[in-house]
């Protein structure tokens, strides 16, 4: 096994990756933070991608998957397989919502989500090695943001998700990056909709479909 590069890509895998790859430089010209952070993650999900070690095996190294179990009997399993193919390719790997399992198959970190965001600075006492994030689906006042390495603001453009939120679109989308963490955009992302988000001062971009169908 390899690690794939952007020559290795399809034409729609490395515009994707490229456009990632731009909106992360930019931000980091503004919070150094943000380069440490992958440009680039693949979200699963249970019911869009029932085999998402195989686009995992795909990504180029540098990228991140977000593995989502939701609860699945098979959570573990799959997750021990996305590591294998991620150690291998340079991918980082977060799990969903779930520290145990993290610590269990040696993931990079966690992602949180909205409602349990203020864990992230108990997390981060035990493990300041982790990349640590969570979703935010609005800018509320006191969003919980210690502990955190980065925010994934979702649906910032309409999309086809059954559990889809009101869209933020670029002004929601604005108010969570003030919040001042590094933000990825999540939610209606496709080498389309990721040229609107150039100067949107986000870290990078985050998708379910987009990545499956271009890697």
Known sequence: ETVM????LGENARRLWRQAQALNLRAAAVSPAARRLP????????????????TAARLPAGAGVVFRGFGRADAAETAQR???????????LLIGADADLARAVGADGVHLPERRAGEAARLRAA???WLITAAIHEAAAGFPVEGLDALAASPVFPTLSASARPVLGLEGLARVTALGLPTYALGGIDAETAARLTDSGVCGIAA??????AF
């Open 5 to 8: 590069t952007a020559e290795d």
């Open 82 to 92: 996305l590591r294998v193919v991620t150690r291998v390719g340079g991918v980082r």
């Open 208 to 213: 379910v479909g987009a990545v499956r169908e």
């Open 127 to 129: 493990r300041p090695d």
């Open 39 to 54: 440009p680039l993650l693949f979200f699963t999900d249970p019911e869009r991608t029932p085999r998402p070690w195989e």
